[in-house]
């Protein structure tokens, strides 16, 4: 027969399957041309199977004379049990919140470190050369003009929902007279200037974090390092110093409007006198008030464009980074301008009142 061996005996054919071999085996001995001895029985053995653990979720392999792990309902076996939860429970859940926490400590300290350093920079960079006149101007009317509507809209009507809600609430003590003052007071020193960061802040910081992001993940400023070119200088002086003279000017006109809305609303609603109320306001506020607001909008400037600059100049990860940047910035902006508000109003108290 075609393919068979003539050394091999005949009572060794080959069987059509391995599956439940147990007859003597041959092997043969002495290479090529020498005989077939025979061998002890053997069988076949199986592949290794995989099977899954009900409650483990572990696949264990049964190979040949392993021990075999029985996976019954109801039980998992001990053995197992120890491999798959060797950290207990409550003590992986304690070990992963206490790692997440020291990295968020890490994170909140990394970026004010630099944000701080950013901050140096910028002060070691105002005085070099060159001025970079036209980004200024540029700056002014991106952040100015193209920012008025918002915070002239919410101005008038903060205005007017604070002046009335005074009149309504007060008018119950016999003070509906002071009305006027106390929501003057109140806008020159609180709202205006805090409302103006929050709303045209977060419009002016989320836009520049995008811009410098995007030139982040695209390379650009990593050309601008390679040129030599001074990036901070180009790219984040010309908005800081552009800031320190939008947000006064945008806390100016909506403590304005915001007085004027506080009025209107006053005479129509209340049938209040308006040159009484004017009177007694002009009366009770005194220049600082005034001052004590643009101190203030000064502040958040700088602070809100350096939030901005530094989130857009750490973008990492590409465009799904810079989305996480935008974000971050609306939220570090809005948390800077409370946070900061408190302080400088304890600051000011003391230095003026």
Not at 199 to 220: N, R, W, Y
């Amino acid at each position: 027969m075609r393919g068979r061996d003539p050394g091999r005996p005949a009572g060794c054919a080959l069987p059509a399957s391995l599956d439940g071999v147990s007859e003597p085996c041959h092997r043969r001995v002495g290479g090529r041309g020498g005989r077939w001895a025979a061998r002890r029985p053997c069988r076949a053995r199986r592949p290794p199977r995989r099977r899954r653990g009900p409650h483990t979720g572990r696949d264990v392999r049964d190979e040949g004379r392993a021990v075999r792990v029985r996976l019954r309902a109801g039980r998992a076996p001990g053995v197992l049990r120890d491999l798959a939860d060797r950290v207990p429970r409550a003590g992986r859940q304690l070990r992963d919140g206490v790692t997440g926490l020291e990295l968020s400590l890490r994170r909140t300290v990394v970026w004010y470190g630099g944000l701080g350093l950013l901050t140096g920079r910028v002060m070691r960079s105002l005085a070099l050369p060159p001025k970079y006149f036209r980004l200024i101007l540029r700056e002014i009317e991106s952040m100015g003009v193209q920012s008025l509507g918002v915070a002239l809209t919410a101005a008038i009507f903060t205005g007017m929902v604070f002046t009335i809600q005074s009149a309504v609430n007060m008018a119950r003590f016999g003070a509906e007279t002071y009305v006027g003052p106390v929501a003057a007071l109140a806008i020159l020193r609180e709202l205006g200037p805090v409302l103006t960061a929050i709303l045209v802040g977060g419009k002016v910081a989320s836009g520049i974090t995008a811009e410098l992001g995007s030139m982040k993940v695209t390379e650009q400023i990593d050309a601008l390092r390679t040129l030599g070119v001074n990036y901070v200088k180009r790219l984040v002086v010309p908005r800081v110093l552009a800031s320190l003279v939008v947000f006064p000017l945008l806390t100016v006109l909506t403590d304005a409007v915001g007085v004027l809305g506080g009025m209107v609303i006053m005479f129509v609603e209340r049938g209040a006198d308006m040159y009484a109320y004017w009177n007694t306001m002009t009366y009770w506020v005194v220049p600082k008030d005034f001052l004590t607001g643009i101190g203030k909008s000064v502040f958040f400037g700088a602070v809100v464009t350096l939030i901005g600059c530094y989130n857009g100049l750490s973008t990492e990860g590409g465009t799904e980074g810079l989305g996480r940047a935008t974000t971050a910035t609306v939220v570090h902006v809005t948390m800077g301008v409370i946070v900061s508000d408190f302080f400088l109003t304890k600051l000011f108290l003391t230095l003026f009142y």
